[in-house]
């Protein structure tokens, strides 16, 4: 049906594109000027239509006015490379021509993508050589815990039905909160996203909406990505669904049910066939007074592997989880309180407080967490700000600090007792693992002359460093932690070619560590110019480089493993004809053939991938 209802939407109305905004109308978050991802990426909010085609508001309310989305509560530092704040809104994320969250993210300054291989193979990321315990993952407020190790495995993390990602790159972890469809105005909306190009590589993404449909609003999406990869039994796919219907009480109060399942298979060896995370929950919201909003949820989440070998024979389970979050906000101060409870699970309970302020000449924000773990508790604090002396610089700062908890292993629902003759494969019981860090970031940036150059101080100190937990580097051993100093810089600079402009960062280390190369760079040429009175057609292109040195990995034998320096030369290109997004994109165009993150497992040579982005209004 949800497929049958995608279809339907092919057929766009006489007044496509034309947005009429109305009760409980939200704007769209805007990626800043300050961000290196950012200026590549933002485009504007609406398409101009020629006064043609323009729709004349009526004198009396339309239906096609009324829609409701639950009280927001996203709060938090102001984006920009001062506060380590990275966003997308939903024109960001297409525009982007991303596949999965990690393609996504992979332009955020000091950040590296792991990746097992190609699709369907485990993925992850790290910032300042933070392995497991090291980046959290909120969508909507529930936690996509990690089921199989110390960190979620990105691959079974869609972005279907996601209208925004916001990054906060913090010296202690990476925090990314997900944001699910948001109704702009009263009409059923579609979205479909779909592309191909080398190794037979496929990608299919959906999106139905209908704001009142059933007495509420309804909002499926699917999602595919599928390819042969670049030599025997490399191929894989991962798929994706999601469904989410919600009742509202106007746009004070508002009650949700969300499904959600990604899966991935791949012929690799070295990893599950098919393995899936499956998260269903329930929440209710409300606005409170003006500026205080509630939300109270719970939840499943279900790890499933399909794999015959016997070292899957018990790998598997389900996690309850049960929390609630308070936001407020009024003038330049917000702040947010959030608790979370998980059942039989090694992780009992986390309570989390963040506030702060912003205003435009200054900012402060801190944050404390007190997480419980079978055996003991754990806490963490963070505290940040920035002030702006002089309209054209910035000072920023942020320090990090506290001891962080990660799982071993798989959950297991059970585990077999051997019993001789029969010799049973026994998993080793679920465990958890904990570090303390520490880490300072002090800098400035100074914005004159269409010029933005941005440098901070970079200082960490690690207990232990340890390994990811997933398949990826499953049976490495911690390591001792040391201290390490470092620099970043970023800037964004202008060309004689108006709508052309220079980006790029750099990162370096006085000496190098499990995933922390000793330096890493971006770099890239960003085009964009809209062209037409109208602003109907408007053209991006990019030409980039992504880096580092080589890398020590955790291997799955325990010890460290370097891998060789990593380079990769992309373009990607895209026109916008009112609400149709064509693209072009290259990855790795220079053809390098040793890019590896893990030990033998070489990433494709080179692929290129053509496809459209196509918003429809019914």
């Given amino acids: 049906m949800a497929l049958a209802a995608l279809a339907l939407q092919f057929v766009p109305d006489g007044d496509v594109g034309a947005q009429i905004p109305g009760a409980g109308a939200q704007v769209p978050v805007q990626v800043p000027d300050s961000t290196a991802v950012a200026d590549s990426l933002a485009v504007p909010d609406s398409v101009a239509l020629p006064d043609s085609l323009q729709v004349q508001e009526p004198d009396t309310v339309s239906a096609d006015t009324i829609y409701y989305n639950l009280p927001s509560l996203d709060v938090g530092a102001r984006p920009g490379f001062a506060t380590g704040v990275w966003e997308w809104d939903h024109v960001a994320i297409m525009t982007s021509g991303a596949n999965t969250l ?3 993210v992979a332009e955020v300054p000091g950040l590296i993508v792991l990746l097992g291989g190609d699709y369907g193979t485990p993925a992850t990321m790290s910032a300042l050589g933070s392995g497991a315990g090291g980046v959290r993952i909120v969508r909507d407020g529930f936690e996509v815990l990690p089921l199989e190790g110390g960190v979620t495995d990105l691959q079974r993390v869609g972005l279907g039905g996601i209208v925004r990602v916001r990054l906060e790159r913090n010296p202690g972890e990476i925090l990314l909160e997900l944001t699910s469809h948001q109704y702009v105005e009263g009409r059923a909306y579609s979205l479909v996203e779909a592309g191909t190009g080398q190794l037979d590589t496929n990608m299919f993404r959906g999106l139905y909406a209908d704001p009142t449909a059933l007495r509420g609003s309804l909002a499926v999406a699917l999602e595919r990505v599928d390819t042969r990869s670049y030599g025997q039994n490399e191929g894989g796919n991962r798929t994706g669904t999601w469904f989410r219907y919600q009742l509202h009480r106007g746009d004070r109060m508002g009650l949700a049910l969300e499904h959600r399942r990604m899966g991935s298979e791949t012929q690799v060896t070295s990893y599950a066939g098919s393995a899936s995370r499956t998260d269903w929950t329930v929440r209710a919201r409300v606005a409170v007074v003006p500026g205080l909003v509630a939300e109270a949820y719970t939840g499943r989440s279900t790890h499933e592997v399909d794999d015959v070998r016997a070292a899957y024979d018990f790998e598997g389970g389900s996690r309850w989880q049960h929390g609630g979050r308070l936001a407020a906000t009024r003038g ?8 979370r409870l998980w059942e039989n699970d090694l992780l009992d309970a986390r309570l989390d407080g963040s506030a702060g302020m912003s205003t435009e000449r200054f900012g ?3 944050h404390l967490t007190r997480s419980q773990w079978q055996g003991g508790g754990f806490a963490s604090h963070r505290a940040a700000g920035w002030l702006s002396p002089l309209p054209y610089v910035t000072l920023f700062g942020s320090f990090d600090g506290g001891t962080y908890a990660a799982r071993q292993g798989p959950v297991l629902d059970e585990r077999p007792t051997p019993t001789p003759p029969f010799a049973v494969p026994v998993p080793a019981a679920s465990t958890f693992t904990a570090t303390e860090r ?7 940036s100074v914005t004159l002359f269409d010029v933005t150059l941005a440098a901070a101080a970079l200082r960490t100190d690690t207990e232990a460093h340890l390994p990811l937990g997933l398949e990826l580097d499953r049976g490495g051993l911690p390591v001792a932690g040391a201290q390490r100093t470092g620099v970043e810089a970023w800037g964004s600079l202008p060309t004689p070619w108006r709508s052309l402009r220079l980006e790029g960062s750099y990162q370096g280390w006085d000496e190098d560590g499990p995933y922390l190369p000793k330096s890493i760079y971006r770099g890239a040429f960003v085009f964009r110019k809209t062209y037409l009175e109208s602003g109907n057609f408007e053209l991006w292109w990019t030409l980039g480089v992504r880096g ?8 799955t034998s325990g010890g460290l493993v370097e891998v060789p320096f990593y380079q990769s030369w992309y373009g990607r290109i895209q026109a916008r004809i009112l609400t149709v997004r064509l693209y072009l994109a290259w990855e790795n165009f220079t053809i390098r053939r040793n890019l590896q993150n893990f030990p033998g497992r070489v990433l494709p040579i080179t692929r290129s991938f053509f496809g459209l982005h196509w918003d429809l209004w019914n």
């Fill in 102 to 104: 990690s393609e996504l």
């Fill in 438 to 444: 520490t880490a300072l970031r002090v800098g400035s």
């Fill in 364 to 366: 402060v924000s801190g």
């Fill in 548 to 555: 580092h040195d080589p890398m020590d990995v955790f291997s």
């Fill in 332 to 339: 330049a101060l917000w702040a947010r309180a959030e608790a």
